[in-house]
């Protein structure tokens, strides 16, 4: 009992490090970002998930858009004079918008440029935009594109509008910060709603490269870039948007401007401003710095989850699936896993609200191969465990008769009942047994029967035999069930003379061991084969008078012969010389039984027994 336990906490030992080496792979997968676009597309489904934005924030930006039908109005947008943006700042100052900033670089020279800076400057509240080159320069950093002096020196502010997307081409992250020298640069979105705020500085302390704190809002930071909110609203770009030529032509309400921040940009397509967002959408370059004023505005900001963090959810799932595989069966250990899945998803949905992004693939991923992984342990192990078993269960019945059970039990007919079958029976019973172990002390009696016993069962394996039980100082076996065997009665007398002359070689090879004879009876006949007992206690055997009588043979015959049934004597006929016996009187049976030995050799018959030649004997049957 105590080793069977301590084999099965050997067991659930190691499928639970399994789950865990499994999981400590997810880790490493995690950390060297094997899967990264699977990975980053897996999170995005969050974005979808999450609740509309709320009206009260998102109201607050008025997109004033360089669309399609602007440029069908006004020409080409590369040919418009500056009087148009001098016109637009004009009008929305009168409409009372508290920040104009734009999505557009004016970084050449024009006619009108003065008129423009006139108007930047009275307006007072207007941030201009800067980009950066795609070529670097000779220190290898990038070469930003401002606007003219005139403009800068006029504007209430500028910020960089750098877009960076990941790998993937998706935009996830604006980069609010840029290092320039020794100094840090904002971008367009943080510096615009600084000044919405009223705030005389961009950024209340000096960014330390986690957040940065801009008008009471800490602001998480990833290599200083923040992870933008985006709205999932399907049908809405989440803000009103209006068209620059509406606005010029007055169509434009006049209240969406009040104390908005309005950005100008283009939103027309084929200007090279449009990426694709966590959203499934692409999106301007205007309504990406729109979804990141809002999510500065808001306060609705996304820190991911620590690699820690993931790293200890990834092992905690782990073990808890290790567990729940080990515990149960496939089945439900199939529904445990899918439940953790979903339960992880709700929370991860459920956090991503409340502004922390769980990675919603490794962790499922570590369930779905900790799942697959453990079933594979325990299936294996299961083979390798029943593979033990029959070996065990070999080891006392026939290895044939081990399987066929087995078999019966996992196809769950195991009864009681059996079948008639044509069958070859071979005893062999020692000779002088009880006198042996009078005079034998009980180890060496004991080995001198198993070195005995191991020659004969060595002697009917070889010839497709199969042992179906042991009598203390007997074995009896038998040929053509459970498994087939066509010359059934042949391979019984050649093993049986095969485990004579085998025993005889052993005695002559051996002088100190105890001499210990054996006679050897066989039998063949039909005879009932199946599972005999009870349902409580079964055993795989054979019964009927062709047992019965190789046993009495058996009994009978001297040590080192082998005496044989009429039967089996016509099967073999013509393969061994055999002396007829005559006819017996077996214990038991009523009638005489004609009985045969076979010769081993000259040498091993008996001087009274005459040699018949196997053909003239034919005659006497």
Same mark, same amino acid.
């Given at each position: 009992m105590t080793n069977r336990i301590t084999k099965k906490k050997k067991r659930f030992t190691l499928g639970l490090a399994t789950a865990l080496i499994v999981g400590? /792979?997810?880790? %490493? %997968? *995690?950390?060297?970002?094997?899967?990264?676009?699977?990975d980053?597309?897996? &999170?995005?489904?969050?974005?979808?998930g999450q609740s509309n934005f709320p009206s009260d924030n998102s109201q607050k930006i008025v997109i004033v858009a360089i669309d399609d039908a602007s440029l069908a109005e006004l020409g080409r947008f590369s040919s418009w004079p500056r009087t148009i943006y001098t016109e637009l700042v004009n009008n929305l100052n009168r409409n009372e918008a508290r920040i104009i900033a734009f999505d557009i670089l004016f970084s050449e020279t024009s006619p009108d440029d003065e008129g423009l800076a006139a108007a930047i400057k009275s307006a007072g509240n207007v941030i201009l935009p800067y980009a950066g080159t795609t070529e670097s320069n000779e220190t290898g950093e990038i070469e930003s594109i401002r606007p %003219?002096?005139?403009?800068? #020196? *006029? @504007?209430?502010?500028?910020?960089?509008?750098?877009?960076? =997307?990941d790998d993937d081409g998706v935009v996830r992250k604006l980069p609010i910060l840029i290092q320039q020298d020794e100094r840090y640069e904002a971008s367009l979105a943080l510096t615009t709603i600084s000044k919405y705020l009223r705030r005389t500085q961009v950024y209340d302390s000096q960014p330390n490269g986690k957040y940065i704190i801009t008008a009471g809002r800490e602001i998480p930071l990833q290599d200083y870039g923040m992870q933008i909110n985006y709205t999932n609203n399907p049908t809405s770009k989440g803000f009103v948007t209006v068209s620059i030529v509406d606005v010029l032509s007055g169509k434009a309400s006049q209240d969406i401007f009040k104390d908005k921040i309005v950005l100008v940009g283009i939103t027309a397509l084929g200007f090279g401003d449009t990426y694709w967002t966590p959203m499934g959408q692409a999106l301007s370059g205007v309504e990406i710095h729109a979804h990141a004023m809002y999510t500065i505005l808001s306060g609705r900001f996304l820190k991911p989850a620590s690699s820690p963090v993931m790293y200890v959810s990834i092992m905690l799932l782990a073990f808890i699936c290790g567990l729940v595989v080990l515990r149960f069966q496939v089945i439900w250990s199939a529904l445990s896993t899918v439940f953790l899945c979903i339960t992880y998803f709700i929370s991860a949905f459920y956090f991503f609200d409340r502004g922390l992004l769980l990675d919603i693939f490794y962790p499922p991923l570590s369930l779905v191969l900790v799942f697959v992984g453990v079933t594979l342990y &325990? +299936?294996? %192990? #299961?083979r390798l465990e029943k593979g033990e078993i029959t070996r065990t269960?070999?080891?006392?019945? *026939? =290895? *044939?008769v081990a399987t066929k059970i087995l078999n019966t039990v996992n196809e769950g007919s195991l009864e009681l009942g059996g079948k008639e079958c044509p069958v070859t029976v071979l005893f062999a019973d020692a000779r002088n047994y009880t006198g042996f172990c009078e005079k034998t002390g009980p180890q060496l009696l004991v080995s001198t029967l198993n070195r005995y016993l191991s020659v004969i069962i060595e002697a009917i394996s070889k010839h497709n035999g199969i042992v179906n039980k042991f009598g203390g100082d007997s074995i009896m076996a038998v040929w053509n069930a459970p498994i087939t065997c066509t010359e059934h009665a042949l391979s019984a007398v050649r093993a049986a003379v095969k485990a004579q002359e085998e025993i005889s070689i052993l005695q002559a090879n051996t002088p100190n061991l105890p001499k210990m004879e054996f006679g050897i009876g066989v039998n063949s006949g039909v005879a009932v084969v199946g599972n005999m007992g009870s349902l409580d206690r079964l055993e795989y055997s054979l019964i009927g008078d062709t047992v019965n009588t190789a046993a009495r043979l058996s009994a009978?015959? =001297?040590?080192?012969? +082998?005496? /044989?049934g @009429?039967?089996?004597? #016509?099967?073999v006929i013509n393969q061994f010389e055999v002396v007829p016996l005559g006819h017996l009187t077996l214990k038991g049976k009523g009638e005489l039984v004609s009985a045969y030995e076979v010769s081993l050799s000259i040498q091993s018959i008996s001087s009274q027994s005459q040699l018949w030649p196997a053909k003239t004997l034919k005659a006497l049957v």
């Open positions: 400590l /792979i997810c880790c %490493l %997968l *995690s950390y060297f970002q094997f899967f990264y676009t699977l980053q597309q897996s &999170n995005d489904l969050l974005y979808k %003219l002096k005139i403009f800068e #020196e *006029s @504007a209430l502010g500028i910020g960089h509008a750098y877009m960076i =997307p &325990n +299936v294996t %192990l #299961e269960f070999g080891r006392y019945v *026939s =290895p *044939s009978l015959a =001297p040590g080192g012969r +082998v005496w /044989i @009429a039967k089996t004597f #016509e099967y």
